[in-house]
């Protein structure tokens, strides 16, 4: 059954700004009991924060305890705690690698399985995994950053399958581009500039991602798609939202040979 909403509650990851910020602030002001969590602090004025940092098991354990101590339960989840590493594959140390899977990739995990019990108890819950367009097409030079969200996609098709006996729902919500500070957050690769092969392109690959940010609309579509995934009786696999040009691409991934979709996509990213 669909959600009513001023009965139900939801855990958002990833609330401090950007696009969990948008759907903390949406959710609320449509019926949700929110509440966000994040490592950085904030003061919301419609919604509950948590301390949350999803690296770290224990953090993740306290918020959802938390939550459960004045809810009894959970009836949603929206995984959105992430970020973004920019560089090419060959300058990314492994190190650099491994912190970004284990914010986006394990730091999901983490979450998934905290509320997961309360949820099979229930026999009911909403799972929806904020992932990225780049997790359904590679991007060069955020290589790993795609990486990671492919892999969200992965886990959570075979994930559905896991959990639709004890009637838990999931889906993932790939986002475009939208206006975030998720440019002037980025981390870049450490390797030194002046000796990497690959500086030229990587430039060039950092401002055209900053400007597509820069010009892209507000995330409150994204924020806008999530209250609708939840009040929906079911839950698709998977839900793309961004600009007719960014949905259209998702299609013709899935329809073209992958050497012209690969022509089609170096042409729109000038290279």
Request: with cysteine; net charge positive; charged share 20%.
């Amino acid at each position: 059954m669909p959600f009513a909403h001023r009965s139900s509650n939801v855990l958002v990851t990833g609330c401090s700004s950007g696009i969990g910020r948008a759907i903390c602030d949406h959710l609320a002001s449509t019926g949700w009991r929110v509440y966000g969590g994040s490592r950085t602090a904030c003061v919301p004025d419609a919604w509950s924060y948590l301390p949350l940092d999803v690296t770290d098991e224990g953090s993740v354990a306290r918020a959802v305890d938390a939550m459960l101590a004045r809810e009894g339960h959970i009836d949603a989840l929206v995984a959105c705690a992430g970020r973004s590493l920019m560089g090419a594959m060959e300058d990314t140390r492994i190190e650099e690698a491994e912190a970004l899977f284990d914010t986006n990739f394990f730091g999901t995990v983490r979450t998934i399985k905290q509320v997961l019990p309360a949820m099979r108890r229930q026999r009911a819950g909403k799972i929806v995994i904020v992932g990225s367009i780049g997790g359904v097409m590679g991007l060069p030079y955020l290589s790993f950053y795609s990486a990671t969200k492919f892999a969200l996609n992965g886990l959570a098709e075979a994930l559905r399958l896991e959990v639709a006996p004890f009637g838990v729902q999931i889906c993932v919500i790939n986002p475009g581009d939208f206006h975030t500070n998720i440019s002037a957050n980025e981390r870049h690769t450490s390797a030194p500039a002046a000796r990497s092969p690959y500086m030229a392109e990587h430039r060039l690959a950092r401002d055209l991602f900053a400007d597509r940010v820069r010009n892209a609309p507000s995330p409150r579509a994204v924020a806008e798609s999530v209250e609708r995934l939840l009040a929906a009786k079911d839950l698709p696999v998977r839900r793309t939202v961004g600009s007719p040009l960014e949905r259209l691409a998702v299609v013709a991934k899935s329809l073209l040979a992958p050497r012209m979709f690969e022509y089609l996509l170096r042409k729109n990213l000038g290279s």
